[in-house]
């Protein structure tokens, strides 16, 4: 049974849409019918469902809709395991002479993008990384963070 009989037959499930939007979001020119398939998901949904609130906030990034999508974004079913940092550093962790940057990504994308916050470090800003654990040893030989 395809997805789309799925939906026909129950148009209320809400993991039937979320699984049209995936389908959709992968070619550009549905990325419109992929936002209203999310949309339908999520609000189909009985419990709120962070993973697909991501999913539709990368959708409007692509879009251009930048203030709901980045909204979105900042609900990212992992971002709770940043709280017990968050609370510990407290309004140290945001000023303008220091900066707080958590790596959520891949290990190449960490490693990239350290280039840039020795760009910072260099303009005089107390740069603190929190990276992946695998990273710790390969960062501290190569970089001054």
């Known amino acids: 049974m395809t997805r789309a009989d799925a939906l026909l037959r129950d148009p209320e499930d809400p993991r039937g849409w979320w699984e049209l939007a ?60 940043f709280a017990p940092f968050e609370q510990r550093l407290g309004a140290a962790a945001v000023s303008k002479r220091q900066l707080l940057l958590i790596s959520e990504q891949g290990l190449g994308d960490t490693v990239h993008f350290l ?5 910072l470090q260099q303009q005089g800003r107390r740069v603190l990384l929190l990276c992946q654990p695998q990273l710790v040893g390969l960062i501290r030989s190569m970089s001054p963070l």
């Open 22 to 81: 995936e389908q959709l979001a992968v070619h550009p020119a549905k990325l419109d019918a992929a936002i209203r398939a999310y949309r339908t998901s999520l609000a189909l949904s009985p419990a709120p469902l962070p993973a697909l609130a991501h999913r539709l906030s990368h959708a409007l990034l692509l879009r251009g809709e930048l203030q709901e999508g980045f909204q979105l974004y900042e609900q990212r079913p992992w971002r709770p395991w």
């Open 115 to 119: 280039r840039y916050a020795e760009a």
